[in-house]
């Protein structure tokens, strides 16, 4: 069965850090995987999608994503956070064979940026 | 971006009343839409899938005769909580996914509380 893991309810940096949120996927074949980013109480908000190419994905807001085939990773990275990137973040694999439009997403990581 | 819209986005009703919610796509048409329902603090879950002109395919354990979902034209979906109960308070969310993409775009949500 497809599933995404994230590993860390919480994820707390000071502003100007770098930081990580972790996720894991476990799918068959090859995976559709995005982030996603929500607000309180507002939907949610894409920064970026892996589906071929190169390992390192660049999307919204300054935020980078890794590749990892051999590890099944797929963290979600910035060089320098912002008080306002302080939000509860969702990694996402598409369920199914290729881009079905459905999604099974992690857990949810809450990002807390200090400054 | 696309833009998906959700209306409204909160409301309070009686138990035993029903409740609509109203997905639609504002610059793109969508065959496919989906619903999916967020408790607190933890991730999301797909309802059901909406598809335009035809019966809508529901997850399993979702009760179809309690959210009935109508998918009438191109860029409106609609998903209608019958007989509401306090256990059916939650976040409601749909997305949409492009044709010429392969993210799918969320509306802002519909935070639904039964008294």
């Known amino acids: 069965a497809q599933s995404v893991a994230q590993p860390e309810d919480q994820v707390n940096v000071a502003e100007g850090n770098p930081l990580t949120v972790k996720c894991t996927y476990s799918v068959s074949g090859n995976p559709y995987l995005f982030w996603y980013v929500q607000y309180p109480n507002r939907g949610l908000q894409f920064l970026l999608k892996y589906i071929t190419g190169d390992n390192l994905v660049k999307g919204s807001y300054g935020f980078e994503a890794e590749f990892n085939k051999s590890q099944t990773s797929f963290h979600l990275k910035k060089p320098s956070a912002l008080v306002s990137d302080s939000a509860l973040y969702f990694c996402a694999v598409s369920r199914g064979s290729g881009n079905t439009g459905k999604l099974i997403f992690g857990q949810g990581t809450t990002l807390q940026v200090k400054p | 971006g696309a833009v998906v819209s959700q209306h409204p986005s909160w409301v309070i009703c009686k138990s035993g009343t029903s409740v609509k919610i109203e997905c639609r796509s504002l610059d793109f048409q969508a065959t496919t839409m989906f619903w999916y329902r967020q408790f607190p603090k933890q991730s999301l879950m797909l309802m059901a899938t909406?598809?335009?002109?035809?019966?809508?395919?529901?997850e399993q354990g979702v009760e179809k005769d309690k959210f009935l979902i109508n998918h009438a034209s191109l860029t409106l979906s609609t998903l209608t909580v019958t007989s509401a109960h306090p256990e059916d308070s939650s976040f409601y969310i749909c997305?949409?996914?492009?044709?010429?993409?392969?993210?799918?775009?969320f509306g802002q949500g519909t935070r639904l509380t039964v008294v």
């Open positions: 997305s949409a996914r492009v044709s010429w993409g392969t993210e799918a775009f």
């Open positions: 909406s598809n335009e002109g035809s019966k809508a395919t529901y």
